[in-house]
């Protein structure tokens, strides 16, 4: 075999091993821009219509009832950018500065007389890196916040349309809201897989947070939340603890919310759920 030849096949074989010992470095977080650049990402896969209606009508075949059984509720969610009306910018925070937002509304049964829930949601770019989050990157923290018990009561006589109560009310500000302390959500992308439509959420808290009871005012219960959110549904795993430590909802197994990404309008969902 002739020296030049040996040379071009050790050469090969010292790229292949370079290449390998490079792919097991972790990748350089992306600078604040791109988290950005993610964010905007997030928020837009983060919107549309969601419901976990089939997963509820099989538990109820399976004989799985909600509660104690494991079984789930009949959920929608009904996920909107919001674009104008809503300022969440504190005193301290210059013209310039945009927030995302989500208006999150929730009801039982697909039917928005059967709300239990509506928050707002607002998304700020963040670049942690964290080795110790699996090669996890925190993109983006979410903010929670609800409606004080006016507007929320103006909301509903609206029909909890957002742009019909705004154009009423006019403008919607930090003091027409409540921030949800401790609640904030911490959003992750793996950066092995930075190229794929998938977001996992973590309260920042990391244990949960004490809040509030709304069904039971002066009460406190402890709120857990994990959310995976993929191009066709989120893995929704929401629950409360009265201070016994009972589960005041969620589910009791422990099984996520399996909330697809519906295309049917509200109202021929309606009809398939009333033929079946």
Not at 35 to 51: A, C, H, P, R, Y
Not at 157 to 172: P, R
Not at 247 to 256: A, D, L, T
Request: hydrophobic share 30%; charged share 30%; glycine share 6%.
């Amino acid at each position: 075999m002739m020296p030049g030849f040996k040379r071009i096949i050790w050469c090969q074989i010292l790229a292949i091993c370079l290449n390998k010992v490079l792919a097991l470095i972790p990748t350089e977080p992306p600078c604040p821009s791109n988290s950005s650049i993610e964010t905007q990402k997030l928020v837009n896969l983060f919107v549309g219509e969601f419901d976990n209606y089939d997963q509820a009508r099989l538990d109820l075949k399976k004989k799985m009832p909600p509660g104690e059984k494991g079984g789930h509720e009949h959920i929608h969610c009904s996920l909107k950018k919001i674009d104008s009306g809503i300022d969440l910018r504190d005193p301290s925070e210059s013209n310039d500065s945009r927030h995302l937002t989500i208006s999150a509304h929730y009801y039982f049964d697909g039917d928005p007389q059967k709300t239990f829930r509506y928050r707002i949601y607002s998304f700020q770019p963040q670049s942690t890196y964290s080795k110790k989050k699996n090669a996890m990157m925190c993109i983006s923290t979410m903010k929670i916040f609800k409606l004080n018990s006016s507007s929320e009561k103006m909301l509903k006589n609206h029909n909890y349309e957002l742009c019909s109560f705004i154009q009423e009310k006019g403008a919607v500000g930090l003091k027409d809201l409540y921030y949800i302390e401790g609640c904030d959500i911490e959003w992750f992308k793996n950066l092995k897989f930075l190229k794929r439509n998938l977001y996992f959420g973590k309260m920042a808290s990391g244990e949960g947070a004490w809040i509030d009871s709304q069904r039971n005012p002066g009460e406190k219960i402890l709120i857990k939340d994990d959310i995976k959110l993929q191009r066709n549904k989120i893995l929704l795993n929401d629950r409360g603890y009265n201070i016994d430590g009972k589960m005041v909802y969620g589910n009791s197994k422990g099984i996520p919310y399996e909330m697809k990404r519906v295309i049917k309008s509200l109202k021929d969902r309606l009809k398939n759920v009333k033929n079946d």
